[in-house]
């Protein structure tokens, strides 16, 4: 027996693939919106992960910043500590400079160079006095100029003959010189020996002059 089928197949078969397309359709609509959202909540949580990393980024640059203002802070107090410092130093230096000076010219001065005069304006000193011999003078610019920790840049201003009398009325010659030198700071270590030596060098100061 053969049995004939006389009913549309064609539509049906046309119907069930467009069926089967929205299915589809439905199915890559939902699994993309299913990705679209895995990939929104991953990107949430980077967003959020680097904005904690920031935050703690810019709490450590707070804090640094405080650290470094404490430190700029403690610079300053320490410079002004050795401004202080080097202030008291620089007095305590300074009120014992008239007596090294004294005694750095009684040191200095050669036998036959007889000091009249000391004057001082700022560094610069101004020396008087008479000599024997133009040598001696010679001398006394070596000694200034080579041997003191105290002065330098010794210059002869004038110098000149002069004729003096002496105790039994003979004529005796001698050299009329005036100098300048100045004054400087020795290194830290020679104020030391200095400052304990001016009753020595008043002592030889007298016995020159005498």
Do not use: C
Request: hydrophobic content about 40%; aromatic content about 6%.
């Amino acid at each position: 027996m053969i049995l004939i089928n006389l009913l549309p197949h064609r539509e049906e078969k046309r119907r069930q693939r467009k069926r089967a397309f929205f299915v589809g359709l439905g199915a890559a609509a939902l699994g993309g919106a299913v990705v679209v959202g895995l990939w929104y909540s991953v990107l949430q949580q980077m967003t959020s992960a680097q904005q904690s990393r920031n935050d703690f980024l810019k709490a450590e640059i707070a804090r640094l910043d405080a650290q470094i203002r404490d430190i700029a802070n403690l610079r300053a107090e320490i410079e002004a500590l050795k401004a202080r410092q080097a202030a008291v130093e620089n007095l305590q230096t300074d009120r014992n400079l008239p007596v090294h000076l004294l005694d750095e010219l009684v040191r200095q001065t050669p036998e036959g160079v007889y000091l009249t005069a000391v004057r001082q304006t700022n560094q610069v000193i101004a020396v008087s006095g008479v000599a024997q011999t133009n040598e001696r003078v010679s001398e006394y610019l070596r000694n200034t100029l080579y041997n003191s920790p105290w002065l330098e840049r010794p210059e002869l201003v004038e110098i000149k003959a002069t004729t003096v009398s002496g105790p039994n009325r003979e004529q005796r010659r001698l050299f009329e010189f005036s100098m300048r030198v100045t004054l400087k700071r020795p290194p830290a270590q020679a104020p030391t020996g200095a400052a304990s030596a001016p009753a020595g060098g008043a002592s030889a100061a007298a016995t020159r002059s005498s």
